[in-house]
């Protein structure tokens, strides 16, 4: 019988996000969280966070000096009235969950030690996968864009756009992020995934403002 190696057993997750789903990570031999579309996860151990990305995006934060950090996976609800203009005195329905998905991220950042004037971006995705609707991916960039830009938030690197999805995995301990292309998966399944997340959305009514500490 062959030899298996027993991986260490997984820290609990961050209060307030048991329902993310963790595992042991053997390539990097870490913790890891797998997120979702509409997921987030934040942490202060060193452990990492996956996803994969069709037309959404991910936008990965973190505290600089602290190693705190997270990130998110989401997409703006579409609508005849959803394009995000900058210094708009009425938000639009995309505009205000786009704000939603990104405040209430990096709020638990803070909420762990993080101080915004340290915090740090990187963002994926935003791929051409739905066929008919290739506007979905360039308005969640444009979006991530702005916000970042509002906020005043330091960008440090990016990988968005082009028709293909993306696994990206962040560790924000020490702000490592890979990105690979996945040109030769059946996407099927990741659109399948991203169609069901944006009838879900789009059902939902529209959240409140989220004050940053």
């Known amino acids: 019988m062959p030899f298996r190696k027993k991986h260490p057993e997984l820290p609990p997750p961050t209060p307030g996000f048991e329902h993310i789903s ?22 202060v151990r060193n452990e990492l966070i996956t996803t994969v990305l069709g037309s959404c995006v991910s936008a990965c934060v973190r505290d600089r000096v602290f190693g705190i950090g997270g990130m998110n996976h989401f997409m703006l609800p579409v ?8 210094g708009a005195d009425v938000l639009s329905n995309a505009t205000r969950f786009g704000n939603y998905a990104m405040e209430h991220m990096i709020n638990e950042i803070l909420k762990l030690g993080g101080r915004k004037e340290n915090l740090e971006v990187k963002v994926f995705g935003g791929g051409r996968m739905i066929e008919k609707m290739t506007r979905i991916g360039d308005r969640n960039i444009e979006f991530v864009h702005e916000y970042i830009r509002a906020e005043g938030l330091n960008l440090l690197a990016e990988d968005i756009g082009d028709i293909y999805p993306r696994k990206v995995v962040f560790i924000p301990a020490t702000g490592v992020a890979r990105v690979k292309k996945l040109k030769h998966l059946h996407n099927e399944t990741i659109v399948q995934r991203e169609q069901e997340y944006k009838s879900r959305i789009e059902q939902a009514p529209v959240q409140g403002s989220v004050e940053l500490f």
């Open 22 to 43: 963790r595992y042991w990570d053997t390539a990097h031999e870490l913790p890891a969280a797998k997120i979702l579309p509409g997921e987030y996860y934040v942490t």
């Open 79 to 86: 609508g005849a009235e959803d394009k995000v203009v900058a």
